[in-house]
């Protein structure tokens, strides 16, 4: 166990995580990332200790995942359990019933009380893709609408699905054919401003699926309820209820992407709650197993049924270790009530956050609920223009002061919150303490 409060003992990074990063310099492929070059010793909660001995605030959770916090006792007493008893055998050739039960639990938990099935896989990618080749099969039609701002994944599918170019997708075509984009309903940046972004972005949708794809054309219409990578982007109030409600009239699957907001992060189990959306089909991961790979198709049982058998599948998805996680974690999110704790620091982040706002005009946005929120950061509050120099070097303040935050955003340009829903009070606050300080330190 890591005593849950921030120290710091040597440079951020210290000598013993650059020595391992000029090991992992020769032995790791230079196409993968680091957003900061410090080597984990352990974690709990929501503190990372590094092998120098440092001890960093996590306002990451690994991009969503850790949800139920570092090491938590229910998934490690699981996981220790079941990889005790067997490890694997395919659930295709060979069931187990940890599998049923997390595809249990996904279809009571997300959203709607109608008939579901679910199956597992074993990222976020592969379940986006696996949401997609059902809705064809269902439908039998091709076309899948995306969104400006989308992130879906680095598959060859999910690539064509993903909006931003660098680093995701530049250089790494051709792409997936018959998907199509269509503006997000992005209320900072509609150009008519706010109030109109709702009905003016439905309209464009309706009418670009109706010229560009047709609607008989149209499998899937797949959306982040709140856009992760790009920008933890709200929708305009009402629009996501609109299109779900469209593509239900024309026969068209609507897919929720819930891998980034899914598992209490914004407050509800699943952010398609917050205005009753009923998604045909939910994509989860990230949160689901509370760090191990584990991710999910869930939906209505005509659609998952509707699959030939031995159309869907894997070597490893639902591995019973996995799934063994993601039971631990949902018992710790039902025992310790992390959707309302997501609600109730989340009230919490957004009165910091606003009050940043107010006295720093480099924030030009304030988004997101329960612990899934983001400000955008911008060198002009009336022309808007992003600024990812002033985002970066405030990242980096961050990190060198204990506090491990994440930029997100097709400019570059925002900072995201994604503690462990367990944060504490006094940490969540000395955390948001830190990066105020950071944010004076960078815009003196
Ligand atoms: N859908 C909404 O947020 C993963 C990506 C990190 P995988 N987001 C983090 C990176 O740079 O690769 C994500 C997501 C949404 C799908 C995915 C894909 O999930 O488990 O990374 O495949």
Redesign the pocket.
Same mark, same amino acid.
């Given at each position: 166990m890591v005593a849950q409060h921030r120290e710091l003992v040597s440079a951020i990074p210290g000598p013993r995580s650059a020595t391992l990063h000029e090991r992992r310099v020769r032995a790791v492929s230079a196409g993968v990332g680091a957003g900061l070059p410090i080597y984990v010793d352990e974690a709990s909660g929501a503190i990372l200790r590094d092998v120098d001995g440092n001890q960093l605030i996590d306002f990451a959770s690994g991009?969503a995942v850790t949800s139920v916090g570092h090491s938590d006792p229910r998934v490690v007493a699981r996981v220790r359990e079941q990889v005790e008893r067997f490890t694997h055998t395919c659930f295709m050739v060979t069931s187990y019933e940890p599998y049923v039960a997390v595809c249990e639990q996904l279809n009571e938990l997300t959203p709607g009380s109608h008939d579901k099935r679910s199956a597992l896989f074993n990222? @976020?990618? !592969?379940a +986006?893709e696996n949401a997609v080749k059902i809705a064809r099969y269902a439908t039998g039609r091709g076309a899948v609408v995306a969104f400006d701002h989308a992130?879906? $994944?680095?598959t060859n599918l999910?690539m064509a699905l993903t909006a931003k170019s660098m680093p995701?997708k530049s250089g790494f075509g051709p792409f997936a054919g018959e998907i199509y984009r269509v503006p997000m309903a992005y209320p900072y940046r509609w150009p008519t401003g706010p109030e109109q972004c709702a009905s003016e972005a439905f309209e464009t949708f309706v009418d670009m699926v109706h010229t560009q794809v047709g609607e008989l054309n149209t499998a899937a219409v797949l959306l !982040?309820p709140i856009q @992760? !990578?790009g920008g933890f982007i709200e929708p305009a109030p009402g629009f996501v209820a609109r299109v779900a409600d469209w593509c239900r009239e024309h026969g068209i699957v609507f897919i929720a992407?819930e +891998?980034?907001t899914g598992f209490c992060r914004t407050g509800d189990w699943f952010a398609s709650e917050h205005e009753n959306v009923l998604p045909d089909l939910v994509?989860t $991961?990230?949160a689901i197993a509370g760090g191990l790979p584990l991710?999910a198709v869930t939906g209505r049982a005509e659609l998952m049924d509707a699959v030939h058998t031995g159309g869907l599948g894997g070597t490893y998805g639902g591995n019973p270790v996995a799934c063994a996680a993601a039971l631990g974690a949902i018992e710790t999110m039902r025992a310790e009530d992390l959707t309302g704790r997501a609600r109730t620091l989340g009230t919490v982040l957004r009165a910091r956050l606003d009050s940043m706002a107010a006295k720093y005009p480099v924030i030009g946005d304030v988004r997101g609920r329960g612990l899934m929120q983001a400000v955008e950061l911008v060198s002009d509050p009336v022309a808007k223009t992003p600024d990812p120099v002033t985002t970066a070097a405030l990242n980096a303040a961050c990190h060198r002061n204990g506090l491990l935050t994440l930029t997100c955003g097709t400019f570059g340009n925002v900072v995201r919150f994604l503690p462990p829903l367990v944060i504490s009070d006094e940490l969540l606050d000395e955390g948001l303490t830190v990066f105020e300080s950071a944010l004076a330190e960078v815009t003196a």
């Open positions: 991009i990222s @976020g990618a !592969e +986006v992130y879906h $994944g680095r999910t995701y !982040e @992760g !990578e992407d +891998v980034q994509v $991961g990230k991710a």
